[in-house]
Protein backbone atom coordinates (compact mmCIF):
# COMPACT_ATOMS: atom_id res chain seq x y z
CA UNK A 1 0.00 0.00 0.00
CA UNK A 2 0.67 3.94 -0.58
CA UNK A 3 -0.49 7.01 1.00
CA UNK A 4 -0.29 9.67 -1.59
CA UNK A 5 -0.61 13.63 -0.65
CA UNK A 6 -1.11 16.66 -2.37
CA UNK A 7 0.03 19.89 -1.62
CA UNK A 8 0.52 23.13 -3.47
CA UNK A 9 -3.14 24.31 -4.56
CA UNK A 10 -4.25 27.31 -4.27
CA UNK A 11 -6.02 30.48 -6.03
CA UNK A 12 -3.98 32.22 -8.50
CA UNK A 13 -4.59 34.94 -11.26
CA UNK A 14 -4.36 33.90 -15.12
CA UNK A 15 -1.44 33.38 -16.16
CA UNK A 16 0.20 32.82 -12.83
CA UNK A 17 1.89 29.63 -11.69
CA UNK A 18 1.74 26.97 -8.84
CA UNK A 19 3.60 23.75 -8.21
CA UNK A 20 1.86 20.79 -7.03
CA UNK A 21 3.47 18.19 -4.76
CA UNK A 22 2.61 14.52 -4.09
CA UNK A 23 4.23 12.61 -1.61
CA UNK A 24 4.26 9.12 -1.37
CA UNK A 25 4.99 6.60 1.97
CA UNK A 26 6.76 5.07 0.43
CA UNK A 27 9.16 5.11 -2.65
CA UNK A 28 8.32 5.04 -6.27
CA UNK A 29 7.88 1.77 -7.62
CA UNK A 30 9.67 0.95 -11.02
CA UNK A 31 6.86 -0.85 -11.97
CA UNK A 32 4.45 1.84 -11.49
CA UNK A 33 3.10 5.18 -13.46
CA UNK A 34 2.48 7.90 -11.77
CA UNK A 35 0.41 10.81 -12.70
CA UNK A 36 -1.98 13.86 -12.17
CA UNK A 37 -5.39 13.80 -12.91
CA UNK A 38 -7.57 16.69 -12.63
CA UNK A 39 -11.34 16.93 -11.97
CA UNK A 40 -13.85 20.48 -12.68
CA UNK A 41 -16.75 20.21 -11.57
CA UNK A 42 -19.34 18.65 -13.23
CA UNK A 43 -17.19 16.94 -15.20
CA UNK A 44 -15.25 13.36 -15.72
CA UNK A 45 -11.74 12.67 -14.22
CA UNK A 46 -9.27 13.32 -16.50
CA UNK A 47 -5.74 12.76 -17.41
CA UNK A 48 -3.49 15.82 -17.45
CA UNK A 49 0.33 13.94 -16.77
CA UNK A 50 1.77 10.26 -16.66
CA UNK A 51 5.35 9.55 -15.90
CA UNK A 52 5.18 5.60 -16.93
CA UNK A 53 7.20 2.77 -15.82
CA UNK A 54 9.24 2.93 -18.88
CA UNK A 55 10.32 6.49 -18.33
CA UNK A 56 7.94 8.04 -21.12
CA UNK A 57 6.13 11.46 -20.31
CA UNK A 58 2.63 11.75 -21.83
CA UNK A 59 0.06 15.51 -21.16
CA UNK A 60 -3.12 16.13 -22.36
CA UNK A 61 -2.66 18.47 -25.07
CA UNK A 62 -5.02 21.32 -23.18
CA UNK A 63 -1.71 21.20 -20.61
CA UNK A 64 1.25 20.82 -23.01
CA UNK A 65 3.84 23.59 -23.27
CA UNK A 66 2.82 25.06 -20.08
CA UNK A 67 2.50 21.91 -17.19
CA UNK A 68 5.77 19.51 -16.53
CA UNK A 69 5.66 16.25 -14.96
CA UNK A 70 8.74 15.54 -12.34
CA UNK A 71 9.93 13.02 -9.55
CA UNK A 72 12.56 13.49 -7.43
CA UNK A 73 12.57 9.73 -6.19
CA UNK A 74 15.17 10.18 -3.20
CA UNK A 75 12.16 12.01 -1.57
CA UNK A 76 9.59 9.93 -3.17
CA UNK A 77 7.60 12.84 -4.47
CA UNK A 78 6.21 13.87 -7.68
CA UNK A 79 5.69 17.51 -9.10
CA UNK A 80 3.89 18.82 -11.40
CA UNK A 81 4.65 22.43 -12.36
CA UNK A 82 1.92 24.36 -13.54
CA UNK A 83 2.66 27.64 -15.90
CA UNK A 84 0.49 29.84 -17.79
CA UNK A 85 -2.29 28.99 -15.90
CA UNK A 86 -5.78 30.15 -17.47
CA UNK A 87 -9.39 29.91 -15.80
CA UNK A 88 -10.11 26.09 -17.38
CA UNK A 89 -7.28 24.60 -15.23
CA UNK A 90 -9.56 25.12 -12.44
CA UNK A 91 -10.28 21.91 -11.15
CA UNK A 92 -9.02 19.48 -8.32
CA UNK A 93 -5.47 17.85 -8.93
CA UNK A 94 -5.28 14.16 -7.54
CA UNK A 95 -1.57 12.30 -7.83
CA UNK A 96 -2.38 8.42 -8.75
CA UNK A 97 -0.09 5.50 -8.47
CA UNK A 98 -1.14 3.12 -10.97
CA UNK A 99 0.33 -0.81 -10.29
CA UNK A 100 0.14 -3.33 -12.90
CA UNK A 101 -0.34 -7.37 -12.50
CA UNK A 102 -2.89 -7.20 -10.83
CA UNK A 103 -4.23 -3.46 -12.03
CA UNK A 104 -4.67 -1.24 -8.61
CA UNK A 105 -5.02 2.31 -8.62
CA UNK A 106 -3.82 4.55 -5.45
CA UNK A 107 -4.80 7.93 -4.91
CA UNK A 108 -4.35 10.86 -3.30
CA UNK A 109 -7.08 13.04 -1.69
CA UNK A 110 -6.92 15.90 -4.38
CA UNK A 111 -5.95 19.51 -4.18
CA UNK A 112 -8.12 22.61 -5.54
CA UNK A 113 -6.38 25.01 -8.03
CA UNK A 114 -8.33 27.86 -8.53
CA UNK A 115 -7.49 30.26 -11.72
CA UNK A 116 -8.98 33.12 -11.37
CA UNK A 117 -9.44 35.67 -14.63
Known amino acids: QVQLVESGGGLVQAGGSLRLSCAAS????????RGWYRQAPGKQRELVAI???????NYADSVKGRFTISRDNAKNTMYLQMNSLKPEDTAVYYC???????????WGQGTQVTVSS
Open 51 to 57: LTSGGSI
Open 26 to 33: RRILRIST
Open 96 to 106: NEHLPNPSYDY
